[in-house]
């Protein structure tokens, strides 16, 4: 049932998505070797960490040297919940008060997140998990948002999607003090 679910959800996704030749060049508006990104090597997540890499570009980053506060959001293209949270996101991040970093998950191709983010406007650094290996840390699950304080430590984890930008703004004043 969840295998047929996923294809539903996939194809549903890749029909409501205008193909783009491959020699076209797509607008990416996001840092195209996710260069932005703030590192410290004081953060410290549950478990150890292997690097990721950039969904554009070869360099790699590892989760032990991102410099908060930020929301590490894990999400995919294909998910519904992912998809209505993220302008939230975006308007959030629009204030420059919070860093935002994306791990897109299980994706069939590296296009489709990149078409999907430059139609929505995200600007912030996304590293992509090719092969699954975020999900002994993050879970098999998204959308899931951590909310990272300037420390390195993680003071909530919120599990499912933030639906309305006013929780947002509840969840960034509550766990990080920021207020936007």
Known sequence: M???VKLLFIGL?????????ATAKTNQTYPNNCSSLQIDPLIKFQKGFVSLPCLVGKNKYSFLQLKGPLLL????SWCFPCREEL???VKAYKTGKIQIVGIDVEET????P?????KIGVTWPILTDDNSVTKETFGPGV?????VD????????????IDKYSKLQDLLEKYLGIKI
């Open 2 to 4: 969840k295998t047929f």
């Open 87 to 89: 302008p939230s996101f």
């Open 150 to 161: 300037s420390k390195g430590v993680v003071k909530y984890k919120q599990i499912g999607v």
């Open 73 to 76: 959001n894990v999400w995919g």
């Open 109 to 112: 191709n590296k296009q489709t």
């Open 114 to 118: 990149i078409k999907f983010l430059n």
């Open 143 to 147: 959308p899931v948002t951590w909310f």
């Open 13 to 21: 996704i890749l029909n409501s998505i205008i193909a783009i030749p």
